[in-house]
């Protein structure tokens, strides 16, 4: 596992955790948990299937109780009262929604438990584009429209910290970009922004940090610049005559690979681009592309886990 940047104690930690750890019958779960979130953080958390991602997140919530280890929420710890949870909102799994009424009226029924001013409905209906839609039964909504109310009940009451699983169930393209601006306006605001999903391609534009999680314990977390590093950088060109130039790049002693798509992806080593380039050019062959491959959210995020796929099923 990292090693967390940052103390178990340090300020300026909207989420930290200690030796969190919950076992089920199964054998699956999470295993001495050292999460770090900074406080004004967009962290994407993810995993493989099975990781225990879910199961992460309800014992940050409350929602399960830990075989051993503790929780603080902004320095505060979480058990025994749960009194942290007053700066959360959070949505897990399905949204518990009341079918038979209005979006808005699933909003009052909250605001009320939470004594909050009837303004604040109107604003989360216009944060998450439901106020033309609020007067419909939940029953008529879509799934996407569903998933932007049970969203909008985690941000009723303002919340510090938002953990959302799974956000972008249900949504179409639109709405996943809408989310994206949600996310940015809010983290702009100071909201920290706890955020596991398999979109890894929509993590990828909006986190600030990641954290990766398989088979229960925390393989990596850090910046995602710091990930990305993680994965050697290689030059990507496309040069005519295709095999030629891979059989010179070996014979020079490059690390080279030649895809189906064409395309030459040489590890940088002693040679630097230019050179990599005039040796091509000086025998004879055309380099028309020549870039350097910049690691993806994904191929980092295979490099740690080695998983074909994303998903929780804790």
Same mark, same amino acid.
């Given at each position: 596992m990292t090693t967390p940047k940052y103390a178990f104690d340090a300020p300026g930690l909207a989420v930290a955790t200690h030796d969190l750890s919950r076992t089920f019958a199964g054998g699956h779960g999470v295993d001495g948990l050292e999460l770090r979130v900074p406080a004004g953080s967009i962290f994407g958390f993810l995993g493989p299937n099975g990781a225990g991602k879910t199961t992460s997140i309800r014992l940050l919530l409350g929602l399960l109780r830990p075989d051993r280890g503790e929780v603080r929420l902004f320095g505060e710890?979480?058990?025994?009262?749960?009194?942290?949870?007053?700066?959360? %909102? @959070?949505?897990?799994?399905?949204?518990? =929604?009341? $079918?038979? =009424?209005?979006?808005?009226?699933?909003? &009052?029924?909250t605001r009320r438990l939470l004594g909050l001013p009837r303004?604040?409905?109107? @604003?989360? =209906? &216009?944060?998450?584009?439901?106020?033309?839609? @609020?007067?419909r039964r939940v029953h008529d909504y879509s799934l996407g429209m569903r998933q932007r109310l049970a969203i909008g009940l985690a941000l009723l009451g303002g919340p510090d910290l938002l953990v959302l699983d799974e956000p972008a169930n249900g949504l179409d393209p639109a709405g996943i970009a809408d989310l994206r601006r949600l996310f940015r306006t809010l !983290?702009?605001? $100071?909201?920290?922004?706890?955020?596991? !999903? /398999? =979109?890894?391609?929509e993590v990828e534009q909006v986190a600030t940090h990641i954290g990766v999680?398989?088979?229960?314990?925390?393989?990596?977390q850090g910046t995602l610049a *710091?990930? *990305?590093a993680r994965v050697e950088v290689r030059l990507c060109l496309r040069a005519e005559p295709a095999l030629r130039a891979a059989e010179l790049l070996v014979r020079a002693g490059e690390d080279v690979t030649l895809g189906d798509d064409g395309l030459l992806r040489v590890g940088i080593g002693a040679r630097g681009p230019a050179e990599i380039n005039r040796l091509l050019v000086? /025998? %004879?062959i055309a380099v028309s592309e020549l870039a350097q491959e910049r690691p993806s959210l994904e191929s980092s995020f295979f490099g740690i886990t080695g998983a074909p796929a994303l998903e929780d099923a804790a």
């Open positions: 710890p979480l058990l025994p009262t749960r009194a942290a949870l007053r700066r959360v %909102g @959070a949505l897990v799994e399905s949204p518990s =929604l009341y $079918g038979h =009424l209005s979006g808005r009226d699933n909003l &009052e029924v303004a604040r409905i109107d @604003a989360v =209906l &216009e944060q998450v584009d439901l106020a033309a839609d @609020a007067h !983290s702009a605001a $100071g909201t920290t922004i706890l955020v596991s !999903s /398999h =979109l890894l391609s999680l398989q088979s229960g314990c925390l393989r990596f *710091q990930l *990305q000086e /025998h %004879g």
